[in-house]
């Protein structure tokens, strides 16, 4: 589990950077949110086959990471959507008026308030097997 946080704090890391880059039509925008939306995918896969039998709670532990790795792969999904037609559409109008870009917004919300009942159940089995604390916007 603790590598896949790992994994998560890399995709996390660049998603504003890749937004702001779309809305700057930069031509490389769409295609790293598209390496962030697919790395997400490929996270909430591996963490709905990790075994939490052995850690205390770990069911609920894994819930609430998948939880908020689904939103986080669903906003990302949104942020793509909006920049490939903001990009298509020759860079104008407000990210605000896209659907995908609303979505994006939205879902963000919803994966840091998992992320961070995800991190208040980490905090306990952290403390049990000397693993690093996470905080909610590392995920």
């Known amino acids: 589990?603790?590598?896949?946080?790992?994994?998560?704090?890399?995709?996390?890391?660049?998603?504003?950077?890749?937004?702001?880059?779309?809305?700057?039509?930069?031509?490389?925008?769409?295609?790293?949110?598209?390496k962030i939306t697919d790395a997400r995918a490929a996270q909430l896969a591996e963490a709905g086959e990790l075994t939490v039998d052995a850690l205390p709670g770990g069911q609920e532990l894994k819930d609430t990471l998948i939880e908020a790795l689904d939103a986080a792969r669903d906003a990302d999904a949104g942020f793509l959507a909006w920049a490939r037609r903001h990009r298509d559409q020759g860079c104008t109008g407000s990210p605000t008026d896209d659907p995908?870009?609303?979505?994006?917004?939205?879902?963000?919300?919803?994966?840091?308030?998992?992320?961070?009942?995800?991190?208040?159940?980490?905090?306990?089995?952290?403390?049990?097997?000397?693993?690093?604390?996470?905080?909610?916007?590392?995920?």
């Open 100 to 139: 995908g870009y609303r979505r994006g917004m939205s879902r963000s919300v919803d994966a840091q308030a998992a992320k961070e009942r995800f991190v208040e159940l980490w905090r306990p089995v952290a403390d049990s097997f000397d693993l690093p604390y996470w905080e909610a916007n590392d995920i």
């Open 1 to 34: 589990m603790n590598g896949l946080l790992s994994d998560s704090r890399r995709s996390r890391s660049g998603i504003q950077q890749a937004v702001d880059a779309a809305v700057r039509c930069d031509a490389s925008a769409v295609q790293e949110l598209k």
